[in-house]
């Protein structure tokens, strides 16, 4: 039997744009993704802190160092720049392929700089 566990989180990122006309997803610093080990165009969950909002889409590598974590088509509607938010990955493994598995959480300051990684 296969478990979902969290794989990584970006925590309280800070929302740098929202862009209602573009496709989808959620375009994230590069930095972010590496540190997270989030891939580009992987499925991941956002929670807005502001206001509860909750949606799936999928990461886009923005520019490195940008700081960018801009909500992009309908998810644009669920953020406004300046909310708080968490990003976060999920995976799959077996009891004992999990057995020792612990998630990487990615703090972040409110420029969304990596202040911490565990």
């Known amino acids: 039997m296969l478990r979902t566990v969290l794989l990584s989180k970006i925590h ?8 209602l006309e573009y496709m989808g997803s959620i ?25 509860g909002a ?3 889409t999928y ?3 923005a520019t490195a160092g940008s700081g ?6 309908a998810a644009a ?7 708080r938010v968490i990003v976060l990955a999920y995976g799959q493994g077996t009891t004992e392929e999990l057995e020792n ?14 202040v911490a990684c565990v």
């Open 68 to 73: 960018a974590v801009v909500l992009n088509g």
């Open 54 to 56: 909750r949606l799936i």
């Open 12 to 19: 309280r990122a800070t929302v740098t744009g929202a862009c």
């Open 101 to 114: 598995h612990q998630p990487r959480v990615v703090h972040v300051d409110t420029g969304n700089r990596i």
């Open 77 to 83: 509607r669920l953020a406004a720049p300046g909310d």
């Open 27 to 51: 375009s994230l610093d590069a930095q972010l993704l590496a540190a997270a080990h989030i891939l580009a165009f992987e499925q991941v969950h956002v929670v807005n802190l502001n206001n």
């Open 59 to 61: 990461a886009i590598e």
